[in-house]
Every structure is written in structure tokens, then in C-alpha cells.
């Protein structure tokens, strides 16, 4: 009787050895054919044998002949060999290819206006990579990366946290927006101290662009009659439009800015636009895709 527990011991070599002889018809002629003595050969098909629990030949006068277990697992064997000889190249391919998972993030005010029109682009090209996308603040995808839940994140330069590789991408010019009907709306360039009794209009604590507009702020010693608070820069310039107030803005989210008017800040102000990945993590073919078309996509932004 068969017993399956004992089929663990053979290898495939001894497969390749029961294939051929059963191509040959003949321990002689096959042994010929692989290059070894017939004893050999005789003594591999009876190890064989013996781990399957059956015979797999019927040893006649000059030939032999499948048994009804050979004959039921011929095919098998010979596609295990066929796999098996596939798998250098398969694993060549492997290794040259661009796939698998990519896990990505990026902050509010990167996403939107800088990644998301992108991200067509890059999927097109590497069709076999499995792109997810996260939003979320700097302090949010800094932990993520740091914790292996993300393999790259675009964020505003620079990211104070050990073990990150951080790499810019390009500078992301700051301007002052103000209503079209405001003083400053036919200026080419500002100073911000000139702004007195305005009120700012800034993104919620959390984002990092609001600590480079306070930063830019109080380096040119700027006063504002009062600071008011927003999610994001569709309700900033819809405010800056129904004269509220102004902003300091980047040039990506420039589509938005309908109805204001974008003053060049004197000295020019700008953010760091970049991407974070863990130091220590396995560099894959994704990842290297995808900086490399965001460096692409960075270098197309320059005049």
C-alpha cells in the first residue's frame, strides 16, 4: 500500500531519473543518456520507489514498463522538473523587475497640488508595482516610515528624526495672497513688514507650512491684528476672495488662487519639498521606481 508520509525523502534528481527511464524504456539506454552507470541509476529509482511506498516500473526482459502509480504521476514529475528548471530565469526576472507593494504618503498641502497629478503617470509606467497612498501631517508619516508602515513620504524639508535618509526634491516658492482689490494687489514684491492691522489667515497647528509662515513671519518682524485658522487652501483663498484677510501661500497650490493676487515675498521665502524613507529598510525596486520619477517629476518643475 502507498503511504503518503514516507514520500518526503526523494529529491529532484531522482524525479529526473524516473523521467528518464521512462522516456527510454530502458535503465541502460537512460543511464547512457544521464551520463552514469546503470547501478546507479537502478539504485536512485529504488530509493525513489521506497519513499512512495510502490513500485514504479515493471522490470521485463528487455525493457520496462510504467506501473499504474508511474504512469499516474509521470506527468507531475516532469512538470516539477520543468518548474524547477524555470526558476533561475523566473527569479532572474524577479530581480530585474519593478513590483510589488509601494506604500506612500504625503502631507496636505504636497499631495493634492504636487503628487496626486502624478500618480497617472507613474502607474502607467510600472504597471505591476501595487501603489497605496496615505495623507497626513509631517509628525503622522515621520512615525509611519519610522514604524515600517510606510516606505517613502513627501514632506516639507527639513524632518528632525534619526535613522531617515532625506533627500530634496525642490524649492516650493512662498508668496503673500491677497484679495485683487487689496493695496498691496498691483505690487510685483513685498516686504512683509510692510503688513500692518491684517489679519493672517494660516493653516491649523499640525501643518508644517504653519510654522514656516509664523518663521517667515517673525523674521521679517511682521505684525498682524490677529491670526485665524483653516483646514486647508481651498477655505484660505476663499477667505483671502471675500476679504478677510491674506496668507502666505505656496506656488504649487498657485491653481487655486482665483480672484487674489500672488505677491512675490522680498527676500524670496520658499519651502523645501522632499521625501523621507527609513535609513535601515531594503532599498527594493519600487521604491527606487518612484524616487526616481519623483526627481523626474521635480526636474520638469524648473523654469
Known amino acids: 500500500m502507498w503511504q503518503p508520509a514516507r514520500a518526503r525523502g526523494f529529491d529532484l534528481?531522482?524525479?529526473?531519473?524516473?523521467?528518464?527511464?521512462?522516456?527510454?524504456?530502458?535503465?541502460?539506454k537512460a543511464?547512457?543518456?544521464?551520463?552514469?552507470?546503470?547501478?546507479?541509476?537502478?539504485?536512485?529509482?529504488?530509493?525513489?520507489?521506497?519513499?512512495?511506498?510502490?513500485?514504479?516500473?515493471?522490470?521485463?526482459?528487455?525493457?520496462?514498463?510504467?506501473?499504474?502509480?508511474?504512469?499516474a504521476i509521470l506527468g507531475k514529475a516532469q512538470a516539477l522538473l520543468e518548474d524547477a528548471a524555470a526558476l533561475p530565469a523566473h527569479f532572474e526576472r524577479a530581480r530585474q523587475g519593478v513590483h510589488g507593494p509601494l506604500r506612500v504618503g504625503a502631507i496636505p498641502t504636497i499631495l493634492p497640488y504636487f503628487l496626486a497629478p502624478h500618480l497617472k503617470g507613474f502607474t502607467e509606467r510600472y504597471r505591476?508595482?501595487?501603489?497605496?497612498?496615505?495623507?497626513?501631517?509631517?509628525?503622522?508619516?515621520?512615525?509611519q516610515v519610522l514604524e515600517g508602515m510606510l516606505d517613502v513620504a513627501i514632506v516639507s524639508l527639513p524632518v528632525e528624526a534619526a535613522g531617515l535618509v532625506r533627500r530634496e526634491l525642490f524649492r516650493d516658492a512662498l508668496y503673500l495672497a491677497v484679495p485683487e482689490g487689496h493695496p498691496l494687489a498691483s505690487s510685483p514684491k513685498v516686504r512683509l513688514r510692510r503688513l500692518s492691522n491684517e489679519r493672517l489667515i494660516i493653516l491649523k497647528d499640525g501643518h508644517c507650512l504653519r510654522d514656516e509662515t509664523l518663521a517667515a513671519c517673525d523674521r521679517a518682524r511682521a505684525r498682524f491684528a490677529g491670526q485665524f485658522e483653516a483646514e486647508q487652501f481651498l477655505t484660505?483663498?476663499?477667505?483671502?476672495?471675500?476679504?478677510?484677510?491674506?496668507?502666505?501661500v505656496p506656488e504649487m497650490a498657485r491653481s487655486l488662487s482665483t480672484g487674489c493676487r500672488l505677491i512675490v515675498i522680498e527676500p524670496k521665502a520658499s519651502r523645501r519639498v522632499g521625501y523621507i524613507r527609513l535609513e535601515r529598510r531594503y532599498l527594493s525596486k519600487a521604491i527606487e521606481a518612484f524616487t526616481g520619477y519623483l526627481k523626474e517629476a521635480a526636474e520638469k518643475r524648473k523654469p
Open 236 to 248: 484660505i483663498f476663499e477667505l483671502i476672495r471675500a476679504g478677510f484677510g491674506v496668507s502666505i
Open 31 to 71: 543511464a547512457a543518456d544521464l551520463g552514469i552507470t546503470q547501478p546507479s541509476l537502478s539504485e536512485q529509482i529504488a530509493k525513489l520507489e521506497h519513499c512512495l511506498g510502490a513500485a514504479l516500473f515493471e522490470r521485463l526482459n528487455r525493457r520496462v514498463e510504467l506501473t499504474p502509480l508511474g504512469d
Open 13 to 28: 534528481r531522482q524525479l529526473e531519473y524516473f523521467c528518464a527511464v521512462a522516456r527510454a524504456g530502458s535503465f541502460t
Open 128 to 143: 505591476d508595482i501595487d501603489l497605496h497612498v496615505r495623507e497626513g501631517t509631517t509628525a503622522e508619516l515621520v512615525d
